[in-house]
C-alpha cells in the first residue's frame, strides 16, 4: 500500500515536470530562453516598423501640405489649445516611465508592483482620452471638425499674405490631417488600455502566460513607447508651429 | 560586449530609468521654450531636433534598444531608415509645378466613336 502510494506520487511528479516543459517558460522551438526572449523582442519590433510605415504615410501627407501651404497651417494651428497639448505630452511621457517600472519590477518578480505600475500607466492613458475628448468636444462646437458645417475665420489681424493664401478648404485640409493622425494615435491609445489592463489583471492573478518571464510585459510596454514616441512629434508639428 | 549586456534578464538600476525620465521632463519643457524663439529658418530644426533626441531616450532606454542584440538594432533601425527614405517623395514636389489650375471639366483626349456591331457578328 505504502510503496503504491509513493509509486503514485512519483508519476504525479513525473507529470507534472513533463507537464512543465510543454508549458514552460522555454517552447519547443526555441534553445534557450535567451533566444526566445530574442525573437519575442524582434517580432515585436517587426510590428513596430509596419506601425512606422502606417504613421510615415501620414507624416509625409502632413510634410507636403505644410510645405505647400505655410500660412494656413501658422493661422489654423492657432485654434489648438497648447496647454491641453501640454498637458497630454506629460502624460504621456510619464506613462512611458511607469510602464518602463513595470518592466522592470516584473524582471525582479515582484507581481503586485509591476500590476499596480500597469494600472497607473492604464490611468495615465485614460487621461490623456478625456483631455482629447474635450479637446475634440470644442472642435465640433465651434465648426473646425471637417465635413459639411466646417466653419474657419481668419482674425481680422492677419497679415495680406495670410488672407490671400488662406481659404475655408486649404484650413478644412489641416484639421482634416489633425483629427487623422490624433485620431489614429488615439485609437493606439485606447488598443493600449485594452492590452495593459487584462495583463494586469493576469499578473496579478499569476496566469502562468505572463508570469512565467516578463517578456509579455516588454512586449506591452514596447507597443506603448512607441504610441508615446508617436506623440512626441505630434505635439510639435500640430500644436507648436513656428510662426516665423 | 560582453554576453551580461547582451542577456535580456539584464537589469538596469532603477535610477537609469528616473534619469531619463527627469531629462524628458526637461526636454519637454525646452520643447515649449524653444516654440516661442525665432531662430529663423532654424525654428524648424530645433524643434524636430528636440523631438529626436526625446524619442532616442525612450527607443534607447524605455525600450532598451541600447542593450539589445544586434538584431533587435537593424529592426529598429530599418523603420526609421524606411521612414527617412518615404521623404523622397518630396522630390516629385519640389520638382513639379504644383499651380497649374485644374481644368474646369474633364474632357477625354481624344474623341472614341463606337464601333459598329454588324449582324453577321452579332450572331456569334
Redesign the interface.
Known sequence: MAIEATQGAVHEHTAAVAAQDEHGPVHHQFEDIEQQNESYIVGMWAFLVTEIMFFGALFLAYAVYRWKYPLVFIEAHKMLDIPLGLTNTFILLTSSFFVVLAVHYHKLNRRKLAATWLFLTVLCAFGFLVIKGFEYGHKFKVGHVPGPNFTFELPASASPEAKEQVTVERAQLFFGLYFAMTGLHGIHVLVGILILTPLAFMILKGHHHVVDDYIPTEMAALYWHFVDVVWIFLFPLFYLIPLH | MTHDE????H??P?RV?VT??VL??VL?VL??VA?LQ???IL??VV??T??VV??LL??LY???VRF??R??WI??A???V??LL??I??GD?WTRN?NVPAPKQWEPPITLTQPKISDSDHGH
Open positions: 547582451h542577456s535580456s534578464h537589469i538596469l532603477i530609468y531619463v525620465f524628458l521632463m519637454l520643447t515649449y516654440a525665432n531662430f529663423g525654428n524648424n524643434a524636430l528636440i523631438a526625446k524619442a525612450v527607443i524605455f525600450m532598451h539589445s542584440t538584431l533587435t529592426y529598429a530599418a523603420g526609421f524606411w521612414f518615404l521623404f517623395a518630396f514636389y504644383l
